[in-house]
């Protein structure tokens, strides 16, 4: 088992910047690849980004590319979504999720874990 814990979340003015964290505990951390997805009112939840277990390779959504950062502790089994430029589009609730393959990482069958999200407002 492994869970996980979101934190960072909160309300911010259009063009402003958060970082969220994602604390693991449980089994291997550097075992999984990690992602973010989210869900805003009235929407399917989507991915955002994902990590490689080394950190060296990452992928983004077309909607948050050049305007979001992921990255890894492995030391700290902790994974980080740095958010910048913020807009109005992008209030969601953000979840981390975990999964052991890197296979189809934009969907949510491979992720086997997950966290309880924490919630991103954007302001206009």
């Known amino acids: 088992q492994v869970q996980l814990v979101e934190s960072g979340g909160g309300l911010v003015q259009a063009g402003g910047s958060l970082r969220l964290s994602c604390a693991a505990s449980?089994?291997?951390?550097?075992?999984?690849?990690m992602g973010w997805f989210r869900q805003a009112p009235g929407k399917e939840r989507e991915f955002v980004a994902v990590?490689?277990?080394?950190?060296?390779?990452?992928y983004y959504a077309n909607s948050v590319k050049g305007r979001f950062t992921i990255s890894r502790d492995n030391a700290k089994n902790t994974v980080y979504l740095q958010m910048n430029s913020l807009k109005p589009e992008d209030t969601a609730v953000y979840y981390c999720?975990?999964?052991?393959?890197?296979?189809?990482?934009?969907?949510?069958?491979?992720?086997?874990?997950w966290g309880q999200g924490t919630q991103v407002t954007v302001s206009s």
């Open positions: 999720a975990a999964s052991q393959i890197y296979t189809d990482y934009d969907r949510e069958y491979p992720y086997d874990y």
């Open positions: 449980g089994r291997t951390f550097s075992n999984y690849y």
């Open positions: 990590i490689s277990r080394s950190g060296r390779s990452t």
